[in-house]
Antibody, heavy 113, light 107 residues
Framework: QVQLVQSGAEVKEPGASVKVSCKASGYTFISRHISWVRQATGQGLQWLGWMDPESGNTGYAQKVRGRVTMTRDISTGTAYMELNSLRSEDTAVYFC??????WGQGTLVTVSS | DIHMTQSPTSLSAYVGDRVTISCRASQDISTYLAWFQQKSGKAPKPLIYAASSLESGVPSRFSGDGSGTDFTLTISSLQPEDFATYYCQQYDGYPYTFGQGTKLEIK
């Protein structure tokens, strides 16, 4: 069965970077795009971007463009989302997803001094 | 970007009630529409994909309808475990966008 397993919670200081991983299993990793979504406490779902694992092509939401990089390691079937120059408003749970139907469990990123 | 508008943003209902949540897209998205249920602190749980296809394991009291720009999620007889927040998402084209959510509360 399709599974997406994310890395654990992170605490970062403002200005730092965070890299969240999403390990895929149960399907051919390069056959489906991976998206990233985040949700701040009490807020809605915000789509951050997508990556084609086969080509490495990406597309990012305007709100995080310039600070976010999505990459992958085909050998391990793992997707990564790195966010730089962290601010307090980046505190959120970050999810990876394959299409609308398969989601990771979420990774809490807390930005605090 | 395609804008998704959900209504209502909050809803109070009794166990056993039939409820309908609406989602409108700012342009034609065919049937590239999904519905999710979310309980606090958890990942969104997919309920419906392709506007009307029920995910495996989701109770049949949930149903989806619509195409083009107007969509609905209906719960035929509310159960206590259905009180949660519901989101729609279009996946016709990037950026995939979500509705703002509908919080369903017990009356």
């Amino acid at each position: 069965q399709v599974q997406l397993v994310q890395s654990g919670a992170e605490v970062k200081e403002p200005g730092a970077s965070v890299k969240v991983s999403c390990k895929a299993s149960g399907y051919t990793f390069i056959s489906r795009h991976i998206s990233w979504v985040r949700q701040a406490t009490g807020q809605g779902l915000q789509w951050l971007g997508w990556m084609d694992p086969e080509s490495g092509n990406t597309g990012y939401a305007q709100k995080v463009r310039g600070r976010v990089t999505m990459t992958r390691d085909i050998s391990t079937g793992t997707a990564y989302m790195e966010l730089n120059s962290l601010r307090s408003e980046d505190t959120a749970v970050y999810f990876c997803a394959r299409g609308p139907r398969y989601w990771g469990q979420g990774t809490l990123v807390t930005v605090s001094s | 970007d395609i804008h998704m508008t959900q209504s209502p943003t909050s809803l109070s209902a009794y166990v056993g009630d039939r409820v309908t949540i609406s989602c409108r897209a700012s342009q034609d998205i065919s049937t590239y529409l999904a519905w999710f249920q979310q309980k606090s602190g958890k990942a969104p749980k997919p309920l419906i994909y392709a506007a009307s296809s029920l995910e495996s394991g989701v109770p049949s009291r949930f149903s989806g309808d619509g195409s083009g720009t107007d969509f609905t999620l209906t719960i035929s007889s509310l159960q206590p475990e259905d009180f949660a927040t519901y989101y729609c998402q279009q996946y016709d084209g990037y950026p995939y966008t979500f509705g703002q959510g509908t919080k369903l509360e017990i009356k």
